[in-house]
């Protein structure tokens, strides 16, 4: 009887570990431990950065992430520091030789819908355009080019500019003071990142075209340029046809009679 009962008791316990009810620890597959391991380096390094995790940004670096290849959502990790205004990581990015200049390719979608490769923007536009002054005067310190095109052929001092006209429309039409304070505070940062960049010899798109225009006219080649670009430096245009007839010829100026020899003696006058 006693033997009965134990084994019983026996088949209770070997049913209750079979169903779970110890809750035995479930086996973690060793990759499963470390989630970035499941990532691209390159999407270690941007989280890294998003997070301003500096030490972790410095072991992806170290471990094989590339400072100058976009992530999956295409942006630069020199980019990203820029518009979270992460110096720290902006500097460990330079010493492991980020281009400070690069601008990358990215996808985007053309007029007709269609998706298109076309360049993106700098870390010093992005800094620019977030208003990230501090990573601003970090990048001009490294020798960044302030006048570095972006895809739609702007400079960072277009983006201030722009900012700029921008932050004047919408201030009048605030009606809040917390409203009317965060323009304030956004023009006077705007300021600032426009006398920082022309102090340090940065212009707008359309002053190097004007440039460009004035040394073509110096220079004494306007003959060289296109018709409608001659036209438009001031040329006068060639005369029209006055028949209105596009095979008849232009009219020919009149010939002037030949003024006489004063040197000779006109046969006419008798001595």
């Not at 492991?96 to 390719?105: E, G, K, N, Q, T």
Request: net charge neutral; with cysteine.
């Amino acid at each position: 009887m006693k033997q009965r009962k134990l084994g019983a008791w026996s088949l209770i316990i070997i049913l209750a570990l079979a169903t779970g009810c110890t809750d035995p620890e479930p086996a973690i597959p060793p990759a499963a431990k470390n989630i970035d391991l499941l990532i691209k380096p390159e999407d270690r390094l941007i989280h890294a950065i998003e997070k301003g995790d500096l030490s972790a940004v410095e072991q992806a670096l170290k471990t094989g992430s590339d400072p100058n290849s976009p992530g999956s959502e295409e942006f630069l990790p020199l980019e990203v520091a820029a518009r979270h205004g992460f110096v720290d990581a902006g500097r460990a990015l330079l010493a492991h030789h980020a281009d400070i200049d690069r601008v990358p390719m990215v996808k985007t979608r053309g007029e007709d819908g269609k998706l298109v490769e076309r360049r993106g923007n700098s870390a010093l536009h992005t800094a620019v355009a977030t208003g990230q002054v501090e990573f601003v005067k970090f990048l001009i310190e490294n020798k960044a080019d302030v006048n570095v095109r972006n895809g739609r052929d702007t400079t960072p001092l277009d983006i201030a500019k722009n900012s700029e006209e921008m932050l004047k429309g919408i201030e009048n039409e605030a009606s809040t003071p917390e409203r009317i304070a965060s323009i304030t505070e956004k023009l006077a940062k705007t300021n600032v990142l426009i006398t920082l960049l022309e102090e340090h010899g940065g212009k707008r798109t359309q002053d190097f075209e004007t440039k460009k225009l004035e040394e073509i006219n110096g220079g004494g080649i306007i003959g060289r340029l296109p018709v409608e670009l001659r036209q438009s430096t001031g040329e006068p245009k060639a005369p029209k046809n006055p028949a209105g007839n596009p095979g008849a010829s232009p009219k020919q100026p009149e010939k002037k009679p030949a003024k006489p020899d004063l040197s000779m003696p006109d046969p006419a006058l008798k001595p």
